[in-house]
T-cell receptor
């Protein structure tokens, strides 16, 4: 079935430094990739989504570009803020066990230090 | 209002006892989902309702039941809790946006089985 890989479980940065969270995927069908963000004690919320190859998608200071050639959808931000500390999930709209579903990576916990 | 509400926020259960988790949404979304999230693992889809049609994942088919008495409510039922059921349970509903189903999550119910 389809799968999503987030290689970093924990990322710790100093405020003001750039953010890059990795996401690669494997799919036979899907073209939609997502980033969800979950702040402490809150619900996961959609941050970005894209289905267009090589087009930059931006929201709330974050951006990501879907690269189908490398099966990647890395999340970036030029300058980290304390409020960016959260759990970030990359997800794929794909097929697993014969049914359509949103397939998540294991998540990257981003901690931004002062 | 794009809110999905889950009750309770924390749930303590005894091994062998039943557990019932509740989710509601007022967005009139046709599809509602239940995910299980364990530490350092990706959220795992347990089941989803499209309207009144229940779809359960093959590997969790016998472990979880659900009901959806109306469009707004969806429950997750565990008949006999085991230690392995300890996890965060996330409910979500979805609507089609820009060609893809966008999920709206609740804040989750943290279940601890003792």
């Amino acid at each position: 079935g389809d799968s999503v890989t987030q290689t970093e479980g924990l990322v710790t940065l100093t405020e003001g430094l750039p953010v890059m969270l990795n996401c690669t995927y494997q799919t036979a069908y899907s073209t939609f990739l997502f980033w969800y963000v979950q702040h402490l004690n809150e619900a996961p919320k959609l941050l970005l989504k894209s289905s267009t190859d090589n087009k930059r998608t931006e929201h709330q200071g974050f951006h990501a570009t879907l690269h189908k050639s490398s099966s990647s959808f890395h999340l970036q931000k030029s300058s980290a803020q304390l409020s960016d500390s959260a759990l970030y999930y990359c997800a794929l709209s794909g097929a697993s066990s014969g049914s359509w579903q949103l397939i998540f990576g294991s998540g990257t916990q981003l901690t931004v230090m002062p | 209002d794009t809110t999905v509400k889950q009750n309770p926020r924390y749930k303590l259960a005894r091994v062998g006892k039943p557990v019932n988790l509740i989710c509601s949404q007022t967005m009139n979304h046709d599809t509602m989902y239940w995910y299980q999230k364990k530490p350092n693992q990706a959220p795992k889809l347990l089941l989803f309702y499209y309207d009144k049609i229940l779809n359960r994942e093959a590997d969790t088919f016998e472990k979880f039941q659900s009901s959806r008495p109306n469009n707004s409510f969806c429950s997750l039922y565990i008949g006999s809790a085991g230690l392995e059921y300890s996890a965060m349970y996330l409910c979500a509903s979805s609507r089609e946006e820009g060609g893809a189903e966008t999920l709206y999550f609740g804040s989750g119910t943290r279940l601890t089985v003792l």
